[in-house]
């Protein structure tokens, strides 16, 4: 899904047999690929993805395909909002704001947990010190 993914893609040889024959009239020999390696690569796909009427090519590993194509319908939708609540926006515009706005609900879901994480800690606290306090009592 990442850039460097689709250059690795794109270098890859067009036509092999060219090498090997290259490799055979300079009598060099290539040596077989073992194409059995204990961590085998994840499987990359091309999947072109439309957000707000622009397609854009993604090099997706097969397995987060579903993900990815998850996303972009949420994103998608959002842009189209934009766009239609501002039609004058360009396409760089409408995704800088789908990005700030998804941060801004990253953060928010973020500082939610902490504070929940937070409240855990005080009503354990509480408990605590009740159990305590039950305890002597007894």
Known sequence: MTDDQSKFIEKQPKNPQIKDN?????????????KMTKNPEPQIKK???AIAGVT???FCPVHEQEELLSAVSYINNYA??????????SQESIL????????????ANKRSEEDRLQQNKQSEALLNKIMKDAQSVL
């Open 80 to 89: 189209l909002e934009l766009k239609r609540d501002a039609p004058s926006l």
């Open 96 to 107: 800088v704001l789908c990005c700030l706005n998804l941060y801004e609900k990253i953060d």
């Open 56 to 58: 854009y090519p993604i």
């Open 47 to 49: 999947v072109d993805i």
């Open 22 to 34: 290259q490799a055979q009239s300079t009598g060099l020999q290539s040596q077989p690929t073992n």
